[in-house]
């Protein structure tokens, strides 16, 4: 199996990904920011997941946190291999993203769908149970309001980066479909003119924990399950 590390935005968070993992067979290791690095290769761990605390963070500190956490990971020689977000969107999903595409060319998945907690991506719009994510409470949330339901406006807004929205039929080809086209157009703010292929951003995906060009996919604990690096056999139990 290959060593995998995932980056989530809490400790909770982490623990739900984690558990993905373990699940199918894999022994993981939960820690939170500020551990020594020597307990991650300390015991028979398949994976470690790595939960700080950014969620009601402001942008800005939130985006170094992420780097510094994935400078962690991989000084220890874990790659991340899973970036997790809010379902919701809630916190800073794109200030956490750009550590990741800081690699000129790379791209990233980002799929924050959960059907089984109703929430699901439809033409791009984040949706709680059939309701836009941002007319919900979340979007009324105190400490962490949703603005914008649209994904591709949403991250193109805070990245300042090309967006794209890929439809039902590149997922049904997998990861090939989604890396190898541009992306169907239409909607605010998805990918025009010369599509995403070769560009610097992430895509909005309507189906969870699909990996493809070439970065870490990116999206709800549930979705975890389909990154790769997971292991297929059901057992194991999360090890913290």
Excluded at 61 to 69: D, K, L, M, P
Excluded at 100 to 119: D, I, M, S, W
Excluded at 193 to 206: D, I, K, L, N, T
């Amino acid at each position: 199996m290959t060593a995998f590390a995932i980056l989530a935005d809490d400790l909770t968070g982490a623990s739900d990904t984690g558990v993905q993992f373990s699940r199918r067979g894999a022994c993981v290791l939960v820690v939170i920011a500020g551990q020594d690095a020597a307990a991650l290769n300390g015991g028979p761990w398949d994976g470690v997941v790595l939960g700080t605390e950014r969620r009601r963070l402001p942008a800005a500190e939130a985006r170094q946190r992420a780097a510094e956490g994935i400078a962690w990971l991989a000084g220890a020689g874990w790659p991340v291999r899973y970036k997790k977000i809010d379902s919701t969107l809630r916190g800073n999903p794109a200030a956490e993203l750009e550590p990741l595409l800081a690699e000129p060319g790379r791209r990233v998945v980002v799929a924050p769908a959960f059907p089984l907690a109703g929430r699901t991506v439809e033409g791009g719009v984040l949706k709680v149970n059939g309701t836009p994510v941002h007319q919900t409470e979340l979007g009324r949330d105190r400490l962490s309001p949703v603005p914008e339901s649209h994904l591709p406006t949403l991250l193109q807004r805070a990245l300042g980066q090309p967006v794209g929205l890929v439809g039902p039929e590149a997922l049904a080809r997998g990861a090939g479909g989604v890396a190898g086209s541009a992306p169907p157009g239409g909607g605010r703010g998805a990918g025009r003119g010369g599509g995403w292929r070769g560009a610097r951003g992430a895509v909005p995906a309507a189906a969870g924990g699909l990996a493809a060009a070439g970065g870490p996919p990116v999206g709800a604990g549930g979705a975890a399950r389909g990154a790769r690096g997971a292991p297929a056999a059901p057992a194991g139990a999360v090890r913290r």
